[in-house]
């Protein structure tokens, strides 16, 4: 990675570091590397669909095209296309961004066990990792399981998402936490809470009517 464009890239200077990245890039064909960060940001900036070409492109110029895989895989995956990034995941050895980026892919498809599986093989469990556990965890529907990994994440990471899933699989066992939690999830941000509450509006309505016939 070229430092440099990466502290214009993180100081808000995003055109002028890719500018640069383009430049390098036209100069030295063949280095993985420029492709790999440019695709990276651009990526990060939601430009998907350029991220693919640039690292299609990249993988009939470069050496060793199977590095330019991993990448690729998260631009199909934001693009919803699963099959073709768990092809290219299947070629990659099995390390925790890879078991990740599975894990991700077998949540969207809905093979929730293919899912955990790879989602538990992951060494280091870091605050992403969790929230996937705790996703994976609702889908099978053990909310407990999914509450002890949704706490876990510390509580000035926790996102409207991850306090208004608090809300939900506490909902049943101690509602007046859950909605502490619910609250703080659509003080934090109440265009998600909105659209939480329609997509868990069946469950809510469940655990609600299991709370009155208590």
């Known amino acids: 990675m070229d430092k440099k464009i990466d502290n214009l890239y993180r100081n808000d200077k995003t055109d002028e570091a890719i500018h640069q990245l383009i430049k390098k890039i036209d100069e030295h064909p063949k280095n993985v590397d420029n492709y790999l960060q440019l695709s990276t940001y651009l990526i990060e900036q939601g430009s998907f669909d350029q991220a693919q070409k640039l690292l299609e492109q990249a993988q009939h110029l470069v050496e060793k095209p199977q590095e330019l895989s991993y990448n690729l895989a998260v631009a199909y995956y934001m693009q919803g296309e699963f099959d073709k990034a768990l092809t290219l995941l299947d070629k990659i050895?099995?390390?925790?961004?890879t078991l990740y980026q599975k894990a991700l892919v077998y949540l969207k498809l809905g093979?929730?066990?293919?899912?955990?599986a790879y989602a538990l093989s992951i060494k280091n469990k870091d605050t992403l990792v969790k929230e996937l556990l705790g996703d994976i965890w609702m889908g099978l529907g053990d909310f407990k399981q999914a509450e002890d990994n949704y706490r876990q994440i510390p509580e000035d990471e926790r996102s409207a998402k991850i306090n208004f899933?608090?809300?939900i699989v506490l909902f049943d066992h101690d509602k007046e936490e859950a909605e502490k939690f619910l609250a703080k999830s659509k003080k934090m941000d109440r265009k998600y809470y909105q659209q939480a509450e329609n997509q868990y509006a069946a469950i809510m309505k469940m655990l609600s009517d299991k709370e009155k016939g208590k």
């Open 111 to 116: 093979q929730l066990q293919k899912a955990l």
């Open 165 to 167: 899933l608090l809300g």
């Open 93 to 97: 050895p099995n390390d925790d961004l």
